[in-house]
């Protein structure tokens, strides 16, 4: 290994770093979408026990890009069909949590061998096939940041309109139902909008990957605040950061965007938890009686 | 509103009911009324269908035959805004991004739609109920971090939103110590003889309700029975619901009832299992 090397790898770019921003500036706006809008349904999907979920969907969503790509069809288009069967499947045949799992793991590694018999018999562009599976978003070309784009601001006014029933139901589904709200049609809603923002992390940084802004930075955010507003505003943060900055990090040379935004959003995860601890200690000390429970 | 006849109608009425689950009948004939003011619990082994009852009342579950009026008016759907609900306690997971007033203003706002902007009044109603449960203290702490009792506090608050006039409770009392579960039922009885309110209870102790509860429904082998505390918890009564010898006991200020099918150990397993 020649420290040159990695060196030019990293910041080998940096002469240039302004006419490389312009060339890729749709797709920063297209990542801090995605942060934002990660980050928020991040929040839900830890509270409803459904990261395995995300997992699970973005891999059919990755097998549905795969056969777009072999068929020669929009590649956007194709992750989405795949997320939004994966989505409908799990929430169809799922409700409960211990069914969901067993499905998932039956549903995962079919699309993940879906999508790679796809890829395989793709014959065109080589670049192609790994940027799905690790992502590449400045690869992704300008039509296409711009659906991502639209994308993500849908699943964003969806998210925000069902919000409170939303809540009410990750919490307390039985009280929630009491109380008159569409619990099952608030589900089925919920795994929707999962399913097209899947899609979209995807694109930007691969099937793999896409739990780094879907479920770390909620589960960042949950570890240093409780409040129903501060938590998801700190998980889109920590979501917009981790994605914007991975991929003005990476710009800066030739590596790719992924473990840039991987990286940024598991240092941030680390930082809160040992605040948390800290936290949690101090808390601790001071109520001995509320540490039995 | 117009005149003593609506004062006197039962809050709750229930008529002929029969509740029929995988082609077995969990009971049939079921009459109930429970008037304004009226504590009525209801016991009974695990899968009688003690929590089906309270989902039909809800709205959520049809029944077999038979129909329910709440406030004169029949069930036809949940959301019913008479109703208050109280669930069993189950604790919060710890990192629950909530503080103790986000679970009562859940009962304030949680069904609603659109932007979660808070209206006019809100802020006021939840502070008023948090006041109301005794929760001022530990309003503004996680939820996650709360006692059991707490958190069901919390609940009795957030099932007070609206001032309902029917109060149904399942199992409100579960895992929960005496000094908590005496605050509870404190909380539950106060809104009754404040608001007037009828309740309906499901539990499996009747115990900590001695002395409050009006009229018992205890259903065990797909019959019932309907009375007082003094007709119901007698040793001839039961064994003649259960078919099999059964005994209540006294036991300084409390009753034991000993011999009946199903005891309470099985409660949690089965309950779920047959009537989810």
């Known amino acids: 290994m020649n420290w040159d090397d990695v060196w030019n790898a990293m910041f080998g770019g940096l002469p240039v770093y302004g006419e490389i921003l312009a060339l890729v500036s749709n797709s920063v706006w297209a990542g801090a979408v995605l942060g934002l809008v990660g980050g928020l349904v991040g929040v839900f999907v830890i509270q409803r026990d459904m990261a395995f979920a995300v997992h699970g969907i973005s891999e059919l969503s990755f097998a549905g890009a795969a056969a777009a790509l072999l068929i020669g069809v929009d590649v956007v288009t194709g992750s989405i069909v795949g997320s939004l069967i994966a989505a409908a499947l799990i929430g169809w045949l799922g409700a409960k949590a211990r069914?969901?799992?067993?499905?998932?793991?039956?549903?995962?590694?079919?699309?993940?061998?879906?999508?790679?018999?796809?890829?395989?018999?793709?014959?065109?562009?080589?670049?192609?096939?790994?940027?799905?599976?690790?992502?590449?978003?400045?690869?992704?070309?300008?039509?296409?940041?711009?659906?991502?784009?639209?994308?993500?601001?849908?699943?964003?006014?969806?998210?925000?309109?069902?919000?409170?029933?939303?809540?009410?139901?990750?919490?307390?589904?039985?009280?929630?139902?009491?109380?008159?709200?569409?619990?099952?049609?608030?589900?089925?809603?919920?795994?929707?909008?999962?399913?097209?923002?899947?899609?979209?992390?995807?694109?930007?940084?691969?099937?793999?990957?896409?739990?780094?802004?879907?479920?770390?930075?909620?589960?960042?955010?949950?570890?240093?605040?409780?409040?129903?507003?501060?938590?998801?505003?700190?998980?889109?943060?920590?979501?917009?950061?981790?994605?914007?900055?991975?991929?003005?990090?990476?710009?800066?040379?030739?590596?790719?965007?992924?473990?840039?935004?991987?990286?940024?959003?598991?240092?941030?995860?680390?930082?809160?938890?040992?605040?948390?601890?800290?936290?949690?200690?101090?808390?601790?000390?001071?109520?001995?009686?509320?540490?039995?429970? | 509103m117009t005149g003593d006849a609506v004062g006197a109608?039962?809050?709750l009425q229930i008529r002929d009911a029969a509740l029929r689950r995988d082609g077995r009948e969990l009971w049939s004939g079921l009459n109930l009324d429970v008037a304004a003011g009226e504590l009525v619990a209801v016991l009974g082994p695990s899968g009688s269908g003690k929590t089906t009852l309270m989902r039909a009342i809800l709205g959520l579950e049809p029944l077999s035959a038979g129909t329910i009026t709440v406030d004169g008016r029949p069930v036809r759907g949940p959301g019913n805004r008479s109703i208050g609900y109280i669930p069993q306690s189950r604790p919060l997971p710890p990192d629950t991004a909530l503080r103790g007033r986000d679970l009562v203003a859940l009962g304030v706002s949680g069904h609603r739609f659109g932007l979660p902007v808070p209206r006019r009044g809100d802020t006021k109603r939840i502070a008023a109920l948090v006041e109301a449960v005794g929760a001022g203290d530990f309003a503004d702490r996680p939820v996650g971090v709360l006692s059991g009792g707490e958190q069901q506090r919390l609940r009795v608050g957030q099932a007070l939103a609206d001032d309902p006039t029917l109060l149904l409770c399942d199992e409100p009392l579960t895992s929960l110590d005496l000094a908590n579960q005496q605050a509870v039922i404190g909380l539950i009885d106060r809104h009754r003889t404040q608001h007037d309110a009828a309740v309906l209870l499901v539990t499996h102790d009747i115990n900590p309700l001695l002395g409050r509860v009006d009229r018992i429904l205890y259903i065990a082998n797909g019959r019932f029975t309907l009375g007082t505390p003094g007709e119901v918890l007698r040793s001839d009564v039961l064994s003649d619901l259960y078919g099999a010898n059964v005994f209540v006991l006294r036991a300084g200020d409390?009753?034991?009832?000993?011999?009946?099918?199903?005891?309470?150990?099985?409660?949690?397993?089965?309950?779920?299992?047959?009537?989810?």
């Open chain 2, 9 to 11: 109608a039962p809050v």
């Open chain 2, 254 to 276: 409390r009753l034991v009832v000993v011999g009946a099918p199903d005891a309470e150990e099985s409660h949690h397993h089965h309950e779920h299992g047959v009537l989810e």
């Open chain 1, 99 to 293: 069914d969901r799992n067993s499905i998932i793991g039956v549903l995962m590694p079919f699309g993940l061998g879906l999508g790679i018999l796809f890829l395989s018999l793709y014959n065109g562009r080589s670049a192609n096939r790994f940027s799905l599976l690790t992502g590449q978003i400045v690869s992704v070309q300008t039509g296409q940041l711009g659906w991502l784009i639209v994308i993500s601001v849908l699943v964003l006014a969806g998210i925000l309109l069902i919000w409170r029933p939303l809540r009410f139901d990750s919490l307390d589904p039985q009280s929630a139902a009491a109380r008159g709200v569409p619990t099952t049609a608030i589900s089925l809603g919920f795994m929707l909008l999962l399913g097209l923002i899947v899609a979209v992390a995807v694109h930007i940084i691969g099937a793999l990957l896409v739990m780094a802004l879907l479920v770390t930075p909620a589960a960042a955010a949950m570890r240093v605040a409780t409040g129903p507003v501060s938590v998801p505003l700190l998980s889109a943060a920590f979501g917009f950061v981790s994605a914007v900055g991975g991929i003005l990090l990476a710009i800066a040379g030739t590596l790719p965007v992924s473990p840039y935004i991987t990286t940024i959003s598991f240092a941030i995860y680390v930082v809160c938890r040992m605040i948390g601890a800290r936290r949690g200690r101090v808390a601790r000390t001071r109520q001995p009686s509320r540490a039995a429970r």
